[in-house]
């Protein structure tokens, strides 16, 4: 016999793991059978509507999920209208969607129908050009010490979860490290998108760079080593970098982790 006020069983798990698995399991129903309800949720999965609320607050929390009014089709009864659960694009991106696969395809056909490496390195070039224009005036504002850090910070903003730091050991100069990358499955295949980052990082920061090691050659961190000027800072932005030196550089050490 049931005590009175007992929890039902579903409630009483409290693990992280058990209830990340849940929440897993919540947002791939939103996903299979798009915006939901509680009761849909509870029906479908199982569980009491109080256990699927505490799992939507906390997806909600974290940006996955988002609440909204329930569309109404024909006549508006009285009341308010029911609330539906949905996923918002960073849940989606959470689940497999094949974007990396399609970006190597497209890379393929380039490198194979529109004039081989060289068009998927100018593509490159040119895919950064565009989402580096964002960075420069950051960059630009800062003081010449603090450029590397304003680097990392737009950086961040885009995903890529990056720090400066000072250079270990012996080196004069900096580390900028990127601890995230979106497109480090594509960029396994085609380094020319590793070679064309650490070109625009040295024409943003305005010094030849050397590229340490990449998330996309197996490296738990994508590293940079900015070294230091002759005043003890980079020179200043300019207008283009020396490609031999930031191509062969990322080529010669992409492998290679500081740490």
């Known amino acids: 016999m049931k005590n009175v006020g007992e929890a039902p069983r579903e409630e009483l798990v409290t693990g992280s793991r058990s209830d990340r698995s849940t929440r897993d399991r919540v947002a791939r129903s939103l996903l299979d059978h798009g915006p939901s309800t509680v009761a849909d949720l509870a029906g479908r999965l199982g569980l009491t509507q109080a256990a699927v609320r505490r799992h939507l607050d906390a997806l909600v929390a974290e940006k996955v999920v988002a609440a909204r009014e ?82 990392a910070k737009a950086l961040s903003a885009d995903g890529y979860a ?17 601890h995230h990358c979106p497109v480090a499955h594509v960029a396994e295949q085609f380094p020319q998108l590793c070679e064309a980052e650490t070109e625009i990082f ?32 980079p020179d200043g932005p300019r207008t283009a970098p020396h490609p031999q030196t930031t191509s062969s550089a990322s080529t010669r050490t992409a492998g290679r982790n500081p740490a």
């Open 202 to 233: 040295s024409e943003l920061l305005g010094t030849h760079v050397q590229r340490l090691a990449t998330i996309a050659h197996g490296d738990g961190v994508c590293t940079t080593f900015i070294p230091q000027g002759p005043r003890g800072a």
């Open 70 to 151: 329930k569309r109404v089709y024909g006549a508006r009864s009285r009341g308010r209208p029911a609330k539906v659960f949905a996923l918002t694009d960073c849940g989606r991106d959470a689940f497999d969607q094949s974007y990396d696969s399609l970006a190597v395809d497209a890379l393929r056909w380039i490198e194979r129908h529109a004039g081989g490496e060289a068009a998927v390195a100018a593509f490159a070039r040119d895919r950064i050009g565009h989402q580096a224009e964002s960075y420069r005036a950051a960059v630009a504002a800062a003081p010449p010490d603090g450029r590397t850090a304003a680097l």
């Open 162 to 178: 990056a720090v400066a730091r000072s250079a270990p050991g012996a080196q004069q100069g900096e580390q900028l490290c990127q």
